[in-house]
C-alpha cells in the first residue's frame, strides 16, 4: 500500500525568507502524481502546486517550487520570499488512482 | 478549476442523530470523493462516489454508517448516521479536473461537524 509521511509536524520562517518542507513517500508504481496542498484556518484546501512522476524536471509556481527526487521517493516543497499569508497547514499527497492518500500535514508559521 | 459548494458550512449535533452534507459542482464528473478529517489530523478517503453505481468504500469505513447517493453528475450527499462524539471532524467533497488536469483534484470548502 502506498504511503506519505511528512516529518515535520511544524515549522517556522521570517517573513521574506525561504522555508523547506520535506515529504517522503511509498509506492511500488512508476506512474503517480504528487502534490502540496494547502489548508489556512478558514479549512479550504488549496492546491498550490503539483508533479508527474514522468517528469524529471521539478515544478514551479511562482514562489513555490518543489525538488523530487523519484529514486528516494522524496518530494519536498520550497516556498521562497515567505508572506504572512502561506501561514497554514501543508498536505503532501499521492495519486495514482484518482484517490488521494495525504501525509500528516505540516504547520508553518510565518513570523513577521 | 471546478467550483464546489457544500452545505451545511458547520454544524452541531446530538448523538445518536443523522445529518445529510450536500456536495454540488459547477460542472458534470464522473467521479466525487468524500473526505474526512478529524480535529488536529490529516484528511482520510470515506468513499468514492459514481453517478448511476454504489458508492465504493475505503476499509473501515461501512456504507450504514456514511451512506451516499450520487443523483447526477453534479451533486452528491454524504450521511452521517447514529452520529456519536468520534464522528466530530471536518467532511470535505472533492472531484477531479477536466482534460489534461484531470489527475488533479479540486476541494469544497468543507463541513465542519461537531457532535455533542
Known amino acids: 500500500a502506498q504511503t506519505v509521511t511528512q516529518s515535520q509536524p511544524e515549522m517556522s520562517v521570517q517573513e521574506a525568507e525561504t522555508v523547506t518542507l520535506s515529504c517522503t513517500y511509498d509506492t511500488s508504481e512508476s506512474d503517480y502524481y504528487l502534490f502540496w496542498y494547502k489548508q489556512p484556518p478558514s479549512r479550504q484546501m488549496i492546491l498550490v502546486i503539483r508533479q508527474e512522476a514522468y517528469k524529471q524536471q521539478n515544478a514551479t509556481e511562482n514562489r513555490f517550487s518543489v525538488n523530487f527526487q523519484k529514486a528516494a521517493k522524496s518530494f519536498s516543497l520550497k516556498i521562497s520570499d515567505s508572506q504572512l499569508g502561506d501561514a497554514a497547514m501543508y498536505f503532501c499527497?499521492?495519486?495514482?488512482?484518482?484517490?488521494?492518500?495525504f501525509g500528516q500535514g505540516t504547520t508553518l508559521q510565518v513570523k513577521p | 478549476s471546478a467550483v464546489i459548494s457544500q452545505k451545511p458550512s458547520r454544524d452541531i449535533c446530538q448523538r445518536g442523530t443523522s445529518l445529510t452534507i450536500q456536495c454540488q459542482v459547477d460542472s458534470q464528473v464522473t467521479m466525487m470523493f468524500w473526505y474526512r478529517q478529524q480535529p488536529g489530523q490529516s484528511l482520510t478517503l470515506i468513499a468514492t462516489?459514481?453517478?448511476?453505481?454504489?458508492?465504493?468504500?475505503e476499509s473501515g469505513f461501512v456504507i450504514d454508517k456514511f451512506p451516499i447517493s450520487r443523483p447526477n453528475l453534479t451533486f452528491s450527499t454524504l450521511t452521517v448516521s447514529n452520529m456519536s462524539p468520534e464522528d466530530s471532524s471536518i467532511y470535505l467533497c472533492s472531484v477531479p479536473g477536466h482534460g489534461a488536469k484531470g489527475y488533479e483534484q479540486y476541494f469544497g470548502p468543507g463541513t465542519r461537524l461537531t457532535v455533542t
Open positions: 499527497a499521492y495519486s495514482n488512482t484518482g484517490k488521494l492518500i
Open positions: 462516489a459514481n453517478q448511476g453505481s454504489e458508492a465504493t468504500y
